[in-house]
């Protein structure tokens, strides 16, 4: 029962982490929206967990040991989330690259006698 | 091609000049293109240096495009075709900050561009000409992705490393538009020929660099030709561009 009671406490004080996020704009709307899902479906679930309510949804997927599938939804959860993050971040660098690049040319239009 | 015909060809050239740290040479490297190819306009693209490359290279007289934040050789060189492209530059030759290009051999480049015989020609070291000598495991790796883009590229390329090259309006246009990030000039010529781009080899004389020391060495040498095969390959170009 220890462990429970612990796994509660973690998802709750995570859910007050994403929460204080949130309200102080350090996300964006889309990835606030992800991870206010991740943290209440924490919550939820470390409440579950201890009266064997997900018992039936992992003899479902075939899985003996209901935590386990815990831990196999959540490490597909983070492969998916941090592929989509390097998707992203390759798009910003693109986009960066391209932005150093027309300060570039526009400074030096700038630096050139007569130019405005 | 005359003497003239080449005159007239320079006056209409952008020559694209990526710089890191390069304060020691770049004022040679900038003198040397005004002294070889009169008429033509020096754009050095200072890619974020932390010494006096932009002093120095505005001093000997050439345009600088200072890029605020440091992109490397692929979106240096990027910045100097976008240049080139919007001041409306017939012909483009890139030649690298560090001195080991020698301007003095441009006209070689120029012969069959302006003849109309190829979109990009390379200036290639292994040709015949000079006596360039590289350490013994970078010649492997040479000519390992030679094989690599001779393969990709449908023709023989011998000098794939070679960052002296001389493009036509519509090269420069493509590279305007995409030019790959990471290990540029081996890429460029698979994006080139992927275009439908002639590009062409001509034997150069090459001198080993005067400063500053290459971007590739050691491990990372390994890593180089991974990425290198896995963007020939894939034909993952460096990243897209949006």
């Given at each position: 029962m220890k462990g429970d009671l612990l796994a509660a406490i973690i998802s709750l004080v995570f859910l007050t982490i994403s929460i204080r996020a949130i309200r102080?704009?350090?996300?964006?709307?889309?990835?606030?929206?992800?991870?206010?899902?991740?943290?209440?479906?924490?919550?939820?679930?470390?409440?579950?967990?201890?009266?064997?309510?997900?018992?039936?949804?992992?003899?479902?997927?075939?899985?003996?040991?209901?935590?386990?599938?815990v831990l196999v939804f959540g490490l597909l959860f983070l492969v998916l989330f941090t592929f989509q993050l390097s998707v992203a971040l390759s798009r910003i660098s693109a986009r960066q690259k391209t932005l150093v690049q027309e300060l570039a040319l526009l400074k030096a239009q700038l630096d050139r006698p007569g130019g405005e | 091609m005359t003497p003239a015909e080449l005159a007239d060809a320079y006056s209409k050239t952008c020559v694209v000049v990526p710089a890191y740290n390069e304060g020691k040479s770049i004022a040679q490297v900038v003198q040397a293109v005004q002294e070889h190819m009169p008429g033509a306009t020096v754009a050095v693209v200072n890619d974020g240096s932390r010494d006096d490359t932009e002093r120095c290279a505005r001093e000997a007289g050439g345009v600088v495009l200072s890029l605020s934040l440091n992109l490397g050789i692929g979106g240096a060189v990027q910045t100097g075709y976008k240049y080139a492209l919007s001041q409306g530059f017939s012909y483009a030759v890139q030649i690298d900050g560090d001195g080991q290009h020698d301007p003095s051999e441009t006209?070689?480049?120029?012969?069959?561009?302006?003849?109309?015989?190829?979109?990009?020609?390379?200036?290639?070291?292994?040709?015949?000409?000079?006596?360039?000598?590289?350490?013994?495991?970078?010649?492997?790796?040479?000519?390992?992705?030679?094989?690599?883009?001779?393969?990709?590229?449908?023709?023989?390329?011998?000098?794939?490393?070679?960052?002296?090259?001389?493009?036509?309006?519509?090269?420069?246009?493509?590279?305007?538009?995409?030019?790959?990030?990471?290990?540029?000039?081996?890429?460029?010529?698979?994006?080139?020929?992927?275009?439908?781009?002639?590009?062409?080899?001509?034997?150069?004389?090459?001198?080993?660099?005067?400063?500053?020391?290459?971007?590739?060495?050691?491990?990372?040498?390994?890593?180089?030709?991974?990425?290198?095969?896995?963007?020939?390959?894939?034909?993952?170009?460096?990243?897209?561009?949006?």
């Open positions: 102080k704009k350090e996300l964006t709307e889309v990835l606030a929206i992800c991870w206010l899902a991740v943290s209440i479906a924490t919550v939820i679930l470390s409440a579950l967990l201890p009266f064997g309510a997900i018992t039936p949804v992992s003899r479902f997927f075939g899985i003996a040991y209901p935590p386990d599938m | 006209h070689h480049l120029f012969e069959s561009l302006v003849a109309g015989q190829a979109d990009i020609v390379i200036g290639s070291r292994w040709l015949g000409r000079g006596n360039y000598v590289a350490p013994r495991n970078r010649r492997y790796g040479m000519k390992f992705l030679e094989a690599v883009v001779s393969w990709r590229a449908h023709s023989r390329f011998t000098d794939t490393t070679s960052g002296f090259r001389a493009l036509n309006r519509r090269a420069i246009a493509l590279f305007a538009e995409h030019y790959p990030t990471d290990y540029p000039e081996v890429e460029s010529i698979v994006l080139a020929r992927n275009y439908g781009l002639r590009v062409l080899e001509v034997p150069v004389v090459m001198k080993a660099r005067e400063h500053g020391t290459s971007s590739i060495r050691g491990l990372k040498t390994l890593y180089f030709m991974v990425r290198i095969t896995m963007a020939v390959v894939i034909g993952v170009m460096g990243g897209e561009d949006s």
